[in-house]
């Protein structure tokens, strides 16, 4: 074989090879543009969280600049979308009072909500001798005295969008309910237990993804 034919069965080759490489650079193109156009048109709505109630199992703020506590939430989150469902990769609960976190993070098992589904939690989250910073202890303590406190029940987590067979990257999730809580003789708790009061909430949360 000469020379000249050498070089053209490379030439050959090369075009073969450049055809192969711009169709699978072309069909990722269609690929990816037609996932965004569907995005785009679709625009995944941001679930809806409300909590309906509080139970409060122990409250004791007696040690100075420490703080007990064990609550039962009662949490449930709606997915508004007509054709996208929501993967629950990680929910972490906690209470925070005056924007310091005062119980420990318990984690909701991860789930996957579909097109207007509705779910509920009632996970419960709690704090032994957490220490509270010496200007909000004075702050509850004079909440308790008056009989009205407000925390906020807080859920940090991870989720993804799945529209038809593409599932998103994770976004992160971040949800803050205010629950106000009436302690002392003017509760309008329910006892449901020994020491154990309900209270009925019904309260809409904040969301951010």
């Not at 156009?37 to 100075?64: E, G, H, M, S």
């Not at 976190?101 to 509920?120: C, L, M, N, W």
Request: charged residues 15%.
């Amino acid at each position: 074989m000469s020379v000249k034919e050498c070089e053209h069965h490379k030439g050959k080759k090369r075009q073969i090879f450049r055809r192969i490489f711009w169709s699978i650079i072309v069909f990722l193109f269609i690929v990816l543009l037609t996932i965004l156009i569907i995005w785009a048109i679709l625009r995944p709505t941001k679930p809806t969280f409300i909590l309906q109630d509080v139970t409060v199992y122990a409250f004791n703020a007696t040690v100075p600049n420490f703080l007990t506590t064990n609550f039962q939430v009662t949490l449930s989150s709606r997915n508004p979308n007509d054709h996208i469902g929501v993967y629950y990769d990680r929910l972490d609960t906690y209470v925070t009072y005056r924007s310091q976190q005062v119980t420990y993070r318990t984690a909701i098992p991860p789930s996957y909500q579909g097109h207007k589904e509705f779910d509920v939690w009632s996970p419960f989250v709690y704090g032994t001798n957490v220490p509270v910073a010496p200007f909000n202890f004075v702050g509850l303590t004079q909440d308790q005295s008056t009989g009205n406190l407000i925390v906020t029940v807080k859920i940090d987590g991870r989720v993804r969008w799945k529209v038809g067979a593409f599932i998103s990257g994770r976004y992160h999730l971040y949800v803050r309910c205010p629950a106000f809580i009436s302690l002392g003789p003017r509760s309008n708790g329910i006892v449901v237990g020994e020491n154990a009061v309900k209270y009925q909430l019904i309260q809409q949360c904040s969301v951010s993804v």
